[in-house]
């Protein structure tokens, strides 16, 4: 009755349903046994969020500031990039990046970092592009003129 179909190992014929859901159980097992190396496909773009996507899409009115750092209003902000002009005229320049190095040499005061290390740190982050070297005498002078103009 079963002569035409393929011969068992074990001795006996196989059923034309076991056969074919043998064979559909075989590929779906090689399948799902991927090896997880996706090397060879090209890379796909990254998933950005929905926050993402919203603050790509909003155009930035101000720079981000970093957050419990004073900021100075605008008649500090005046003094202070006159103070800074004083030291090195290249120093106001770009009064947002300004006012920025100038909020993270405050927040090393509030940290109680000794005078020297204020300085360094000043010095560092305002030297450099249009302003050139900056002397240590220099870095201690941004840092008396952000103590004077806002950071209390």
């Not at 909020?103 to 450099?128: H, I, P, W």
């Amino acid at each position: 009755m079963y002569d035409h179909l393929p011969i068992d190992p074990m001795g006996g014929t196989m059923r034309p349903i076991t056969a074919i859901t043998t064979a559909v159980l075989g590929l779906a097992a090689l399948t799902a046994c991927g090896n997880g190396d996706d090397s060879d496909k090209p890379e796909a773009k990254p998933k950005t969020s929905a926050s993402a996507s919203k603050s790509a899409a909003a155009p930035k009115t101000t720079p981000s500031r970093p957050a419990g750092i004073p900021s100075p209003d605008e008649a500090q902000k005046a003094a202070l990039l006159r103070a800074l002009r004083a030291v090195n005229p290249a120093l106001g320049a770009d009064e947002e990046k300004a006012v920025t190095n100038a909020r993270n040499v405050c927040l090393d005061m509030q940290q109680g970092k000794d005078s020297g290390t204020v300085a360094a740190n000043a010095k560092a982050r305002f030297e450099g592009g249009d302003v050139g070297a900056l002397t240590n005498d220099q870095g201690a002078r941004i840092g008396e003129a952000v103590k004077a103009s806002f950071c209390k």
